[in-house]
């Protein structure tokens, strides 16, 4: 497989290349997780990968409880379907806590005394099914004695949401707010280590292959020799194919689009960039540092033919957005005009029109 094949492998894997998913469900379902501190862009990032979608749309199964923005691995906020929260919760947070453990007692105070305060509090003021912004949580733990100040908050929700307490619920205007992920997500059965490996490992690669096993420890967090177990448990499922002399996974099923446009735009933390190790073959290392900052900020990008080719920002004005791309080369007049039907499509996904400079 040659490195352009590889790209449209993904852009296919990934849902870009051609959009062909009808609910925002179904796209998060296929994806696993899709990164999602971003809230905006995550948006997008779902939306972009739908026949037909809206801002509303999508907020509208985070409403319905479809879809749950919560911390199930790399200590990041990601969007999972309902069904997988609580088995991906618990195989990817125990590593993260560990990991977290001894640095959130030494500089906040949170050793297991505290943290024990902390899940009667918020479990208290969360019961009945309310849901309370960030603010108003804090405010109960400040009740309570604990202080969230200084950042000790966020290490607070943080860690409790990794441990299948809370997650995000509905927003409350423009404010994110919490929930008890009990009372707001229906019960499943548990799947074992083993099957949950499995699960893993199978639809990381459907959705995000060709990949490697570094890549797929990379983006779960896992050990890698936890990530080799998981392909191994997946191997019937995968096919395996050599690029440069590194082994690749995928989906025996996938069959590129020949017929998508090449000019693609694609939001912050997008799981093109973000889900490999290695993002060499997407990105030139020249300009990595534009993409991606040392902060580990993944700007919003533009994607031709399957590499990033410069990266863009939006100005939302009341009856209008401004999208403003930065191309690190010249385009072809085909592609300036493939890239202001892409900003178009955005433009519709907001629900307004959209202007270039």
Not at 239 to 256: C, H, Q
């Amino acid at each position: 497989m040659t490195t352009r094949n590889l790209l449209k492998h993904r852009l296919h894997a990934q849902g870009i290349a051609t959009a062909r998913f009808d609910t925002p469900a179904d796209v998060v379902r296929w994806l696993v997780a899709m990164q999602a501190q971003d809230y905006y862009g995550a948006l997008w990032a779902v939306g972009l990968r739908m026949r037909a979608a809206s801002e509303a749309v999508i907020e509208q199964a985070i409403a319905e409880r479809r879809i749950v923005r919560t911390w199930p691995m790399r200590g990041t906020l990601h969007f999972v379907a309902a069904e997988d929260a609580r088995w991906m919760l618990e195989l990817l947070t125990p590593r993260v806590i560990a990991l977290n453990a001894a640095r959130i007692e030494r500089d906040f105070g949170l050793d297991a005394a505290m943290l024990t305060r902390c899940r009667r509090i918020v479990g208290k003021a969360l019961a009945g099914g309310k849901a309370l912004t960030r603010g108003a949580l804090y405010a109960a733990l400040d009740e309570g004695g604990v202080s969230c100040a200084e950042q000790r908050g966020i290490h607070v929700t943080g860690r409790l949401a990794q441990e299948g307490l809370i997650c995000l619920g509905p927003r409350a205007g423009k404010q994110p707010t919490f929930v008890l992920l009990d009372e707001w997500l229906p019960a499943v059965p548990r799947k074992t280590r083993e099957e949950a490996l499995a699960e893993l490992a199978h639809r990381y690669f459907r959705s995000r292959g060709p990949a490697t096993a570094q890549d797929f420890a990379w983006w779960s967090n896992l050990t890698v020799k936890d990530a080799q177990a998981g392909i191994a448990l997946a191997q019937s499922r995968l096919v395996r194919d050599v690029v440069d002399g590194s082994t690749y996974w995928l989906s025996p099923d996938a069959t590129p689009s020949h017929k998508s446009s090449a000019i693609h735009l694609l939001p912050p933390f997008d799981e093109y960039l973000v889900a490999y190790k290695d993002r060499s073959a997407a990105l030139d290392t020249s300009l990595g540092r534009q993409v991606i900052g040392i902060n580990g900020l993944v700007n919003a990008s533009i994607i031709r033919d399957g590499r990033v080719a410069g990266v863009w920002k939006r100005a939302v004005q009341k009856q209008s957005v401004m999208v403003l791309p930065n191309l690190f080369a010249s385009l072809p007049r085909a592609q300036h005009q493939a890239l202001a039907r892409t900003t178009k499509q955005y433009g519709a996904f907001l629900g307004l029109p959209v202007t270039m400079p």
